[in-house]
């Protein structure tokens, strides 16, 4: 067959890889493989902007604050402290978040929902420009959430491809310069081949068209807590999961210096007999992550997946405590909100003291980022867990 004279990298179409897009190897490969030819991608219009952004995001010290909750999640945060879910209270929630002042010198990114996006403070001030204001990079959850997979066993996969370039092209023009699209996998429900390959498949489409308009991918195929599973069993599963997303990111010919990656950490299951210690918790997940993730990806930025608020500082700081090939960072919603909510009540007066326990989560984490965190003086309320079952974003 024709294609098998050449070697393909990163294209899938043989068209590509022929003619004037090729490049020859060095002679002494091509001796061993006379016809062999390298192929060459056509970069897309925002690749130097796609590895900025990415490398901005992805810069020492700083991580990700993630309030992206769709309205109904969003709900379920307000209700906690007795507040309804009205427009007025989420964007008094968010304002409370995004004007906190000094928080970019720990956050460099910021995802956002759709509402809050278009979303202005009480002054007028839009919210992107709070974010650019502190260097904070905008981002935009894109997918639309997770419905039943037929043929699984009772697994789920995740809608949005439908009009998503067309989206993302307006999200780029409102000031969005990063997204999310944020898929789960079971391990209870197997998880099937069926819903790992969706999953993965779901990303790396998702991924090449927030590329081809402007946006930094965040790849996140969360692995669930929910188990009682070893962590032997979750370093099997995130293995598996993580070589289904990067071979189909390649076929889709993604730029690898242009994404970031949101995966969970690997842990025993949350209803597994025994607890992991953050040692245990980073040497697994360095162990997958170098087996899986090319040394090209600027960013891993985790999510905290219901670990409490300390927990999930002191995962990230036994991460670093060596050099990584990768920035290893933060991308979390509840282990940074969790106080910050229940300081504020949801009562103007408590909104500074709310600020400064976001300041607070903020700084510990990032000091995890540089692996330098100690969890000495750190409150009661900051150490209890998050797990809910089957948790929707
Ligand atoms: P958590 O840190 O609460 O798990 O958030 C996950 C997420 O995807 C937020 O964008």
């Not at 037929?150 to 999200?171: F, H, I, K, T, V």
């Amino acid at each position: 067959m024709a294609c098998s004279t050449f070697l393909k990298l990163n294209a899938p179409s043989s068209s590509w890889i022929s003619g004037h897009h090729s490049v020859n190897l060095s002679p002494g490969s091509a001796a061993r493989f006379p016809t062999r030819r390298l192929s060459v991608i056509r970069a897309g219009s925002y690749t130097d902007e796609l590895i900025k952004t990415a490398k901005s995001i992805a810069s020492p010290g700083r991580g990700i604050l993630a309030i992206d909750e769709s309205n109904a999640t969003c709900g379920k945060r307000l209700a906690s402290i007795g507040l309804d879910n009205t427009e007025t209270n989420r964007q008094a929630y968010r304002q409370l978040l995004l004007t906190t002042p000094g928080l970019g010198e720990y956050i460099s990114g910021s995802i956002l929902f759709e509402e809050t996006l278009y979303q202005s403070t009480t002054d007028g001030k839009t919210f992107v420009d709070c974010l650019r204001d502190e260097n904070i990079v905008p981002g935009i959850k894109v997918d639309k959430g997770l419905v039943p997979l037929p043929g699984s066993n009772d697994e789920s996969w995740c809608q949005g491809l439908d009009g998503l370039a067309s989206r993302s092209a307006e999200y780029y023009k409102q000031g969005a310069r990063f997204a999310k699209w944020r898929t789960v996998v079971s391990i209870p429900c197997g998880p099937s081949a069926l819903a790992v390959k969706e999953a993965a498949w779901g990303l790396a489409r998702y991924a090449a068209i927030s590329q081809d308009n402007g946006l930094v991918p965040i790849v996140e195929p969360e692995i669930l807590l929910d188990g009682d599973h070893p962590i032997e069993r979750t370093l099997e599963v995130a293995e598996k999961v993580w070589a289904e997303v990067f071979y189909y990111l390649a076929e889709n010919n993604v730029t690898f210096e242009g994404i970031l990656l949101k995966p969970s950490m690997v842990t025993p299951g949350a209803e597994h007999k025994e607890k992991a210690s953050p040692d245990t918790i980073a040497n697994y997940t360095l162990t997958m992550l170098r087996r899986r993730v090319p040394p090209a990806v600027p960013g891993i930025m985790f999510l905290s997946g219901g670990q409490s608020e300390v927990e999930a500082t002191l995962n990230l700081n036994a991460m670093n405590q060596s050099p990584n090939p990768w920035h290893v960072s933060f991308s979390y919603a509840r282990a940074l909100q969790n106080t910050v909510l229940k300081k504020w009540q949801g009562r103007p007066e408590n909104v500074q003291a709310a600020q400064i326990a976001l300041l607070v989560r903020a700084k510990a984490n990032s000091l995890a980022n540089l692996g330098k965190y100690s969890a000495e003086g750190e409150s009661e309320e900051a150490k209890k867990g998050m797990f809910v079952k089957g948790y929707t974003y």
